[in-house]
Structure formats: structure tokens, C-alpha cells
């Protein structure tokens, strides 16, 4: 797709120059061409990322495009920029140096249909840079503030949490994986804006044997997050029982060194056997807890304070 429309255009800006001198418009021509291609690949070029994009980025495109797909359409692109230039020199050299019209009139075709040949056999690289150009739209810009990361199992409220905290309007919906990319909104506070960050729910099994959408949770807890905030759903009209949740936070627990406050979700939704259930919990889990999103986010910045990570 993204090929036909850069030999249609070239073609379009091709067509357009004119000269009276035959041979000047076709060496005007494949300037124009070169130029043109040489600049739509070089943007390109420059928007696929190298080895010098951070970790986390690195292992979340691995997780939506493969690293190495993303290496090969940076150094393929590369590589045809530079073909096209052969090309250029080459075609140029021979027209220079021939009268005939009907000559260098096929000298013309030949070089246009080498190019665009060269476009089209790399499709693949283009597809990949189109890959690419989704995720961005997917993946919002992680800004280097203090970050909260809310996480728990599928359909605990999450989403609604983050809504809540920020105001932004994740999607939410009445089943489980709703989230599938990473949602963030922002706290403002009279420190600075402190990120929070919204991941898809993860289910009760080992890290490695999580799925794709799964591993994008993980690798923002991994990398990104400076406190957890754990979404229990006790009413389990998630879906899921408390004791899975459990579960899931046993395992954060032992595989993060990191801070973990719980948000208790659905209080509206409470009779009094919830309200027990979370007296018990707190019992058993020893952390610290909320179900008023004020309370949470007066502690969050509080948090953020005696850590000093305000930027
Ligand atoms: N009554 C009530 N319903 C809630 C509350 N929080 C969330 N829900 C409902 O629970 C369902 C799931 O909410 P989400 O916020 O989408 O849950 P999530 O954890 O983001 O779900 P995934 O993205 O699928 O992992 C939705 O139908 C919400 O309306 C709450 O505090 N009270
Ligand atoms: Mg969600």
C-alpha cells in the first residue's frame, strides 16, 4: 500500500516538470524523482527507531512487531536510499551522454521501472515502517514524570480507577481484556504532573506463560513504575475469585521490588459480607489499602514526596 502511494506520487511530481529541451526534462525529471524518494526515505528512516531507543520501548515494540523486523526495515530502507542514488548516477551518466530521443527516452523507462521495482520488492520494509507508525498511534508518549502503574486481573475496574484518578476516558466495557494497549493519564499536583499509567489485566500464571497482551502489563511494572496500586475486586463480578487475585498479587509481590498499595473497586456494589471480606484481606495481606479515590490520590502524592521523585 504505502509503496503504491510513493511511486503514485513520484509519477504525479514526474509528469509535472516540463521542458522544451527533451533531454533536460528527463534529467529534470530524475533529479526531481531522486530528490523526492531520497527525502520519503530518509523520513522514514528516521522514524523507525535504532539501537538507541530505551528498554522499555524496545521490549513492548519486540512484543507488538519483533525487534528484529523492526532492525531489518531500518537497515533495508537504509539500503534502498542508497540503491536509488546508484540508480540516479547511473541513469544520469548514460542520458548525458546520448542525442537520440527515442534513446533516451527508454534510458528514461528503464531507470523509473528500476526504482520502482526496487520499491516493490521491499514491500516488507514498508510494512513494517507502517507497523510502526500504529503502534505509535497506539502506544501514548511515556513522559519521564513519576509513575503509578494500576494493575490487577481483567475487568477488577482498572480503567474506571484510572478515569477516576486523571479524568481521562480509557475505554471501559463489561468484560474482561477491554485494555490491550497502555492507557495513561496524568494527577496534577503543585509538584509536578505524576503519570498514571493503565495495563491490560493479567490473569493467574506465571510471567513466561502469559500472553502477548499479558507481557505489556509486565513490562510497564518492569520498567515504568515508581508505586503499584492493585485493583481488588471483592464482589468477583469480574469474574475472577478473590483468591486469584490473591494470587496475581503474591507473584507481583515476589518478583518486584517495588512499593504496592491495594484499591479495594465495586464499594457501591458491597453488602456487609464484602466489607468482611476486606477486613479479612487486610488481615491476611498486610498492605496498605484504599477504596476512596481522594484518600488514594492524597496518599499517592505523599508517596511521591517522601521519595523525592518529583522532577
Ligand atoms: N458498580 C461498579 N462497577 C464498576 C466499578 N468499577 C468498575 N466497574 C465495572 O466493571 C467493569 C470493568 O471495568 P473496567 O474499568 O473496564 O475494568 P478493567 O480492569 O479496566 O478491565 P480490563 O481492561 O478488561 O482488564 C465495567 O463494567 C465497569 O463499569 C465500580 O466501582 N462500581
Ligand atoms: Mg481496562
Do not use: H
Not at 531520497?38 to 539501537?51: A, M
Amino acid at each position: 500500500m504505502i509503496v503504491e502511494e510513493i511511486i503514485n506520487s513520484s509519477i504525479a511530481r514526474i509528469r509535472k516538470i516540463r521542458d522544451k529541451d527533451y533531454k533536460k526534462q528527463v534529467l529534470k525529471r530524475f533529479d526531481s524523482l531522486k530528490d523526492f524518494l531520497d527525502s520519503k526515505l530518509l523520513e522514514i528512516y528516521n522514524r523507525i527507531p535504532g539501537k538507541k531507543i530505551n528498554r522499555f520501548y524496545r521490549e513492548l515494540l519486540d512484543l507488538y512487531i519483533g525487534w528484529e523486523n523492526v532492525l531489518y526495515a531500518k537497515r533495508r530502507i537504509n539500503f534502498i536510499r542508497k540503491k536509488v542514488f546508484d540508480f540516479y548516477n547511473l541513469y544520469r551518466n548514460r542520458v548525458r551522454i546520448l542525442r537520440d530521443r527515442n534513446e533516451i527516452s527508454k534510458v528514461g523507462r528503464e531507470f523509473y521501472g528500476r526504482v520502482f521495482s526496487l520499491l516493490r520488492r521491499n514491500k516488507k520494509a514498508f510494512l513494517i515502517y507502517s507497523e510502526i507508525e500504529k503502534f505509535y498511534r497506539r502506544i501514548p508518549k511515556i513522559k519521564d514524570l513519576p509513575t503509578i502503574v494500576i494493575t490487577g486481573l481483567p475487568n477488577v475496574g482498572k480503567s474506571t480507577l484510572l478515569k477516576r484518578l486523571t479524568g481521562s476516558e480509557p475505554e471501559i466495557q463489561p468484560y474482561p481484556f477491554t485494555t490491550k494497549d497502555i492507557m495513561v493519564g496524568y494527577i496534577r499536583s503543585v509538584y509536578s504532573d505524576i503519570q498514571v499509567l493503565d495495563v491490560p489485566g493479567i490473569m493467574d500464571r506465571e510471567f513466561d506463560r502469559m500472553n502477548r497482551i499479558e507481557k505489556r502489563a509486565i513490562l510497564a511494572l518492569k520498567y515504568l513504575a515508581n508505586l503499584i496500586v492493585y485493583v481488588i475486586d471483592l464482589t468477583e463480578t469480574c469474574g475472577y475469585s478473590v483468591k486469584e487475585q490473591e494470587n496475581v498479587l503474591r507473584r507481583i509481590k515476589d518478583n518486584f521490588n517495588l512499593d504496592i498499595v491495594i484499591y479495594f473497586s465495586k464499594t457501591d456494589l458491597f453488602s456487609d459480607n464484602e466489607w468482611k471480606k476486606m477486613e479479612d484481606f487486610v488481615d491476611r495481606n498486610k498492605l496498605r489499602y484504599f477504596y476512596d479515590k481522594d484518600e488514594l490520590v492524597k496518599y499517592i502524592i505523599g508517596f511521591i514526596k517522601e521519595k523525592k521523585l518529583f522532577v
